[in-house]
């Protein structure tokens, strides 16, 4: 157990269907993040979030909406997903600035399929 | 920007056997992460290298830093089955706190 829970740990969607993905975490860290890992391609840094702000959107597309209502909690909605977004989505956090505790903690992941 | 890259991609090695992975980043990184994934799991911190020099070893494995080459190793030492997951290694881009992740290695031991 990290201290960064994510749930559901798994979902089916539909292409039409909307959907949150959730993550929590509990170490007192105030920048948090989504990560997609899809086969055969590296971690990919999807959106950052530094003391509720977001700092960093990758090109993600529209379809893919994050929100941070506070420092300990993350949610990523999803709507009108392709299949080709099927991945396990990872959400970790860390401590700004960094410095000697700059470590990312985990989430367990949410493996998400769409159908 | 940062980019992170790691070879080999994938690693089968016998048990008992030494190995090491390498991490090569694009530009300067404050510091460099390592981290294992088992399969269906999460990432899971093995070392955290902060200066140009720094060892770390826990088990059989070793990780280095060097900056000035921007390249970070991990050794394995003597390799047991157990061992076998995906390694990654990540980069800070300078003055961000961004996590730049490599491509991972994964790692499979046999008897």
């Known amino acids: 157990e990290t201290g960064v829970t994510q749930t559901p740990r798994h979902l089916v969607m539909g292409m039409t269907n909307k959907k949150s993905l959730k993550c929590e975490q509990h170490l007192g860290h105030n920048a948090m993040y989504w990560y997609k890992q899809s086969a055969k391609k590296p971690l990919e840094l999807m959106f950052v979030?530094?003391?509720?702000?977001?700092?960093e959107n990758n090109s993600v597309p529209s379809r893919f909406s994050p929100e941070c209502p506070n420092s300990s909690h993350l949610f990523l909605h999803l709507h009108t997903l392709q299949p080709e977004d099927s991945a396990l989505y990872l959400c970790a956090s860390s401590q700004v600035p960094g410095g000697v505790n700059t470590e990312a903690f985990f989430g367990q992941g949410t493996r998400l399929t769409v159908v | 920007e940062l980019k992170v890259e790691q070879n080999p991609l994938f690693l089968s090695m016998q048990e008992g056997k030494n190995y090491t992975i390498y991490c090569n980043y694009s530009?300067?990184?404050?510091?460099l992460y390592w981290y294992r994934q088992d399969p269906g799991k999460s990432l899971e911190s093995l070392f955290v290298?902060?200066?140009?020099?720094a060892v770390k070893q826990e088990g059989r494995l070793m990780a280095s830093l060097d900056t000035k080459a921007r390249l970070s190793t991990l050794h394995i030492t003597a390799a047991v089955h157990d061992l076998s997951a995906t390694y990654f290694c990540?980069?800070?881009?300078?003055?961000?706190?961004?996590?730049?992740f490599g491509t991972g290695t994964r790692l499979q031991v046999f008897p």
């Open positions: 990540a980069g800070v881009s300078y003055n961000t706190d961004k996590l730049i």
């Open positions: 979030y530094s003391l509720e702000e977001r700092v």
């Open positions: 290298l902060l200066s140009n020099g």
């Open positions: 530009t300067t990184s404050d510091r």
